[in-house]
């Protein structure tokens, strides 16, 4: 599995490819210090990693910036933010994003190596602490669930199964018109672009189960 890893401290960049290195079947194809540079080294060895693990606060191009570059330009890529900022805003914002998985840097090795596997086998991975969180903001009303119609709720629950629109419509007995309504609907409510999102959003708001 090829990784890039964005950090700007150098001192962590080398203790993160230092262990990473050790859990095996992980390879290093890039070491950037920020988006900007990231961007630069991938032109100089057209390198593609499969996983980058990227940081927030970085300077020239942070971590917000450098994940909508990448999903606009490699989306296949898949992204695990490894950081500081233990704040739900950072958390949803990179969900919204389209992200595979958020870590605390102070997390142990052995749920990086976790997470890097689940997120290496087309999964997710984001501890029971944020997603209790999330839970929890919205039991206190600070996080408002978006209504949704029954429709909707119908198209959410499919949503992350291997399915083209046209598949979908006959699995809910709808036109393909109206399930694209329903997509386009749910991607306002939810602020999102893309069914990735829109699923886990959904699945961590408590709103649907996978």
């Known amino acids: 599995m090829k990784l890039a890893i964005i950090e700007d401290h150098n001192i962590v960049r080398k203790g993160l490819v230092e262990i990473i290195s050790n859990f095996g079947n992980f390879t290093f194809v890039i070491e950037a210090e920020n988006g900007k540079d990231f961007i630069e080294k991938y032109k100089q060895t057209e390198l593609l990693p499969e996983i980058c693990i990227v940081d927030i606060k970085m300077p020239e191009m942070n971590g917000f910036q450098l ?123 939810f602020e999102v672009n893309n069914r990735a999102s829109l699923v886990l959003l959904a699945v961590k708001l408590g709103i649907i189960k996978i």
Do not use: W
Request: hydrophobic fraction near 35%; glycine fraction near 4%; charged fraction near 25%.
């Open 67 to 189: 994940v909508q570059y990448l999903k606009t330009n490699f989306p296949k890529i898949k992204i695990l933010i490894l950081t500081t900022y233990d704040e739900e805003y950072f958390l949803i914002k990179m969900i919204k994003l389209g992200v595979n998985g958020y870590l605390l840097k102070d997390c142990h090795p052995e749920e990086l190596k976790s997470a890097l596997l689940a997120i290496s086998e087309n999964s997710y991975f984001y501890n029971n602490i944020f997603s209790k969180r999330l839970q929890r903001l919205v039991e206190t009303n600070f996080i408002k669930l978006p209504n949704i119609t029954e429709n909707e709720k119908s198209f959410l629950e499919i949503c992350g199964e291997d399915l083209t629109y046209s598949q979908m419509a006959q699995k809910l007995n709808k036109s393909q018109r109206s399930i694209e309504g329903y997509r386009d609907s749910l991607f306002n409510k």
